[in-house]
């Protein structure tokens, strides 16, 4: 029995990668309550996030298998202090300037893995090799939400990025 599942693991190691990319970026929904509206708040009440775009790296390759054709950028977080704890609210990115050529930002508000009050989003895409990559250039509005569906002002960041860069 033991020198099957020997012979089963080396069989699967020997085979040509044919699995997706196995990279996560370890984002999660935020869920809000369904039922109420959404309401813009005044800005005392739930501030606006201080936003940076970290790192964007494009595809290196054709291969989903190796990761070689996502790509990557990161948006580091930082909460300010107030009523409301980084845990207690999602961010919504939302893109109001440019076309998004690939899915990099999900629908609803979503929530990244928090150091203090601080969180860093990853977020990725295929997009393939270099030749057939597209021009990145977006404004995206970053705003808190909180569970019952309030939201904060935005904080615009820019996201550009050329074709294998």
């Known amino acids: 029995m033991k020198s099957r599942g020997v012979v089963l693991l080396c069989a699967l190691l020997a085979a040509p990668q044919a699995h ?8 999660a929904p935020f869920v809000t309550d369904a039922t109420g509206a959404s309401a813009e708040t005044p800005d005392a009440e739930i501030p606006a996030p201080v936003v940076v775009v970290g790192e964007i790296v494009r595809g290196i390759g054709p291969k989903h298998a190796t990761c070689d054709d996502t790509g990557l950028l990161t948006v580091m977080l930082e909460w300010p202090r107030g009523k409301h704890k980084l845990r207690d609210v999602g961010f919504l990115f939302e893109v109001v300037s440019g076309t998004q050529p690939y899915s990099i930002f999900p629908e609803g508000p979503i929530q990244a893995p928090i150091e203090g009050r601080n969180s860093d989003f990853l977020f990725m895409w295929q997009e393939g090799a270099p030749a057939q990559q597209k021009t990145i250039d977006l ?15 935005a904080t615009r960041i820019v996201v550009r990025a050329a074709p294998g860069g």
């Open 20 to 27: 997706a990319c196995g990279m996560t970026n370890r984002l």
């Open 139 to 153: 404004q995206i509005d970053v705003r808190a939400v909180t569970r019952d569906n309030r939201r904060g002002p």
